[in-house]
């Protein structure tokens, strides 16, 4: 392998890094790929975004069974195979990494199993890598270019590692059977997803938020019907509670914690979930060997995912300032591709990621909250649709929620959008095209919707900044 020079080699095999080097390959240019697991597709298709998402819509189906009749649909009563949840969760990640595995042979990209550190700076314009494969050798990869994109690792409360009793995101995909109650610690997008699969599940589920108010990231409002809903499904939620510590016990984890009025309180749990954020995963990949100083472990880019050492990007959940998104880690390699192949790129626009949380009901939003508007000086004018008014919604038997806009009263442009309810997460798509290609409130009013659709509650939601929603 020391051979052969390539045009790039790309650490780190999740979302961010295959993307990343079948857009190189595409453009003609001579990739490698280095990953240190025994499969590619990293923390998002392996223990992230696609198993969650496959047990969430198995939630979703035992939500339905259980309401069956509502449906004109008689059925005995159903029994929860957890086995099978997990099973048809593993082939869903099975199929996916057998198709990276093709993607690889069809593109011409090396994919090399190890685990790959930088070595220095460039000499005469290449970059040499060192790999230790899974036999305990050690070769070297040689490249132009390198891309670094070796992802994150779930944060665990000081003190405390995973076990099979407090659990991260990584070991609550394999537990042997459901548990019959949870503690969450965080209620970000991990946190509330989780607390929604096993409460369809029938566990009695407890989340413990550290801040004011659950998914801190999203707009206000989104918060409040959160919080909202999950009370509805009886799940108990204590915010700007603080952990003081957990007492593991013969019956699971007896939590300690201090609530918002200061008082102490204890809650006994099979398991423990720890929901507090991602690592980035930078601290053995030769960063000393550069000129790349981390910023709490995360690596500062330019707009063009460039690092302060020539010939060394950076993309993924380790670059500061960016959300840790597979969609964005996706993006920002296809990005790097583009320069490297000195091809057309744009660059990645914060205020156009759209965020998702796939919990019941969904969210989705993207660009400008209501107050981070106002904070820029904006004159804000907002308008609002409910969900209880979309025919589609009734079909589905989805009501809750909403669609919020937010606008500039001066221009109609369209600063944001922030959802919650029935497909949250598919229907965003069209804010997020809308936002891109600067579109105003006025002209999404006369942008045509099919119908019926849950897509429509978009229409009526941009109406509504103008208060002329029809559907309600």
Same mark, same amino acid.
């Given at each position: ?70 449906? *004109?649909? @008689? &059925? #005995? ?7 099978? /949840?997990? !099973?048809?969760?593993? $082939? ?109 599940? *029938?566990? @009695? &589920? #407890? ?7 659950? /998914?801190? !990231?999203?707009?206000? $409002? ?112 296809? &990005? ?10 744009? !660059? ?116 509504? &900044? ?7």
């Amino acid at each position: 392998m020391a051979d052969t020079i390539y045009d790039l080699v790309v650490l780190g095999g999740g979302p961010a890094g295959y993307t990343c080097a079948i857009r190189a390959s595409q453009y003609g240019l001579k990739a490698a790929l280095i990953d240190a697991n025994d499969r590619l597709g990293g923390t998002c298709l392996l223990w992230g975004c696609i198993p969650t998402k496959s047990m969430l819509f198995s939630a979703e189906l035992w939500d339905h069974l259980k309401h069956a009749d509502r449906y *004109g649909i @008689e &059925v #005995t009563p159903p029994k929860l195979n957890w086995k099978g /949840v997990l !099973a048809r969760k593993d $082939d869903v990640i099975s199929r996916h990494t057998k198709g990276l595995d093709f993607l690889m042979k069809k593109n011409k990209i090396n994919a090399i199993k190890g685990y790959g550190r930088l070595t220095g700076p460039a000499k005469d314009g290449v970059h040499t890598i060192e790999v230790k494969t899974a036999d305990g050798k050690t070769d070297t990869i040689k490249a132009k270019k390198v891309v670094l994109a070796t992802g994150s690792d779930a944060r665990m409360l000081p003190g405390y590692t995973a076990d099979t009793t407090i659990l991260t995101n990584y070991e609550i995909l394999k537990i042997d059977d459901a548990p019959k109650s949870l503690v969450v610690v965080g209620s970000g997008a991990v946190g509330v997803e989780f607390a929604s699969i096993f409460k369809s599940f *029938g566990a @009695e &589920v #407890t989340i413990l938020e550290a801040l004011p108010r659950m /998914v801190p !990231a999203e707009d206000e $409002d989104i918060s409040k019907e959160l919080l909202r809903l999950f009370k509805k499904r009886e799940i108990d939620v204590h915010l700007s509670a603080k952990v003081d510590k957990f007492e593991k016990n013969k019956d699971g984890v007896l939590v300690h914690f201090t609530k918002a009025d200061g008082t102490s309180e204890t809650k006994q749990a099979e398991k423990v979930l720890v929901a507090v954020g991602r690592a980035p995963r930078t601290y053995d990949v030769g960063l000393d060997k550069v000129k790349i100083t981390p910023d709490r472990g995360f690596i500062v880019t330019n707009e063009w995912m460039e690092t302060t050492e020539p010939g060394i990007y950076a993309i993924g959940d380790i670059v500061a300032g960016l959300p840790q998104l597979a969609h964005v880690g996706s993006m920002a390699g296809l &990005v790097v591709a583009a320069r490297i192949a000195g091809k057309y790129a744009k !660059a990645v626009n914060r205020a156009h990621i759209p965020g998702c949380t796939y919990c019941e009901p969904q969210i989705a939003s993207v660009g400008l909250t209501e107050a981070q508007a106002k904070e820029k000086g904006y004159q804000v004018k907002t308008g609002k649709f409910p969900f209880v008014g979309n025919s589609k919604a009734t079909i589905l038997d989805a009501h809750d929620g909403f669609v919020k806009v937010v606008s500039d009263a001066k221009h109609g442009e369209i600063l944001g959008v922030h959802i919650i309810g029935t497909t949250a997460t598919e229907i965003i798509a069209e804010a997020v095209t809308a936002i891109q290609l600067e579109a105003t409130i006025e002209e999404m009013m006369f942008t045509i919707h099919a119908h019926p659709t849950v897509a429509e509650a978009l229409l009526d939601g941009f109406s509504s &900044v103008e208060g002329m929603a029809v559907n309600v």
